[in-house]
């Protein structure tokens, strides 16, 4: 029987496509406020709520073992992006914060 999957040039794209969006989001500035509170406080706190959702989510660089990057199935990749998602949004509205976009 014959094994079908996406070989590795596939299974490279597919990380560094995952890899891009957590950079991406990485960089991106929080889009959180919350009144009286100044902005350097608000990063630290998005921060924690980041690595906290990352924590939750599963989401990790590499496969353990000290080798080479998480391989995973795009299906697999969107589920832990939308419990990435839940958790962040859970942290920081759990502090007090609000959404500004």
């Known amino acids: 029987m014959q094994r079908v999957g996406m070989g590795k040039r596939g299974v490279c794209l597919l990380v560094c496509a995952v890899g891009a969006l957590l950079v991406a989001g990485c960089s991106a500035k929080p889009d959180w406020s919350k009144p009286g509170v100044p902005t350097k406080k608000v990063t630290e ?27 995973m199935t795009t299906i697999e990749a969107k589920k832990r992006k939308e419990a990435y998602d839940r958790a962040l949004e859970s942290c920081m509205t759990g502090q007090g914060y609000r959404r500004t976009r």
């Open 45 to 71: 706190d998005w921060n924690y709520c980041r690595a906290d959702a990352n924590e939750t989510a599963g989401v990790r660089s590499y496969d353990g073992d000290g080798g080479g990057a998480l391989q």
